[in-house]
């Protein structure tokens, strides 16, 4: 596999995994708990680093 590949499925994961965690913190737990969600937000500025590195 060569660096684009890698760093495209790897950002794909990221993204996944950033909305999952912001769906738990703020949707499915009885208040808003704004960990989950800020680490959620902090996977999508670590996908966009990944997505600018493949130029």
């Known amino acids: ?5 890698v760093l495209s499925i790897s950002g794909i994961f990221l993204i996944l995994l950033g909305i999952v965690m912001i769906y738990i ?4 737990a ?5 960990p ?6 902090g996977f999508f500025v670590i996908a ?7 130029k």
């Not at 596999?1 to 590949?5: A, G, Q, V």
């Not at 966009?48 to 493949?54: G, M, P, Q, R």
Request: net charge positive; glycine share 12%.
């Open 25 to 28: 913190g703020g949707f499915f």
């Open 36 to 41: 989950p969600i800020i680490t959620g937000i």
């Open 48 to 54: 966009w680093v990944f997505s600018a590195l493949k």
């Open 1 to 5: 596999m060569d660096k684009n590949k």
């Open 30 to 34: 009885e208040k808003i708990l704004l």
